[in-house]
């Protein structure tokens, strides 16, 4: 069995190279895109089987838009997306209460930038068997 895809979908390349090792740590096959159409584009051509998904690129919250997209495609739909943002130490600004939401913010878990890089593995190996059905 060939190691799971994770593609890394953020506008930083410092952020993408960082997280990208640490990935790669634990064998895992990394895609990385620097903008929501470059990282849909990239979903077309191979699969991912998890996504790590910016919010601020672009002109704004683009990862809102990206993963509200996601979610109404059928090809895409099952995804796990895990949102890493530095949105709150960006904008000052951060979601009240509940931050995962099915309409407003449809992903499977959410992480301020700067996690440590155990976590990170953790919460994507939780993903992974989460969409293996464990």
């Known amino acids: 069995m060939s190691a799971p895809s994770i593609l890394i ?7 993408v190279e960082v997280t990208k090792v ?8 990394v895609i990385a895109a620097y903008s929501p159409d ?3 584009t990239k979903m077309e051509q191979q699969m991912p089987d ?11 919250a683009e ?8 979610r109404k495609d059928p ?11 530095s949105m709150r130490e960006q904008t000052g600004f951060d979601i009240p209460g509940e931050r995962i939401h099915q309409k407003f913010l449809p992903v ?3 992480l301020e930038k700067g996690v440590e890089p155990q976590v990170l593995l953790d ?3 939780q993903q992974l068997a989460k969409r293996d059905g464990g």
Do not use: C, S
Request: charged share 30%.
């Open 63 to 70: 990862g809102f838009i990206f993963a509200r997209k996601m």
């Open 9 to 15: 979908v953020d506008d930083d390349p410092d952020f």
């Open 123 to 125: 919460k994507i190996a």
């Open 50 to 60: 998890a996504i790590i998904l910016d919010v601020m690129m672009g002109r704004g």
């Open 22 to 29: 640490i990935l790669e740590t634990k064998q895992y096959n």
């Open 75 to 85: 090809r895409f739909d099952k995804i796990p997306i895990l949102m890493l943002t």
């Open 108 to 110: 499977d878990d959410y």
């Open 38 to 40: 470059e990282g849909w």
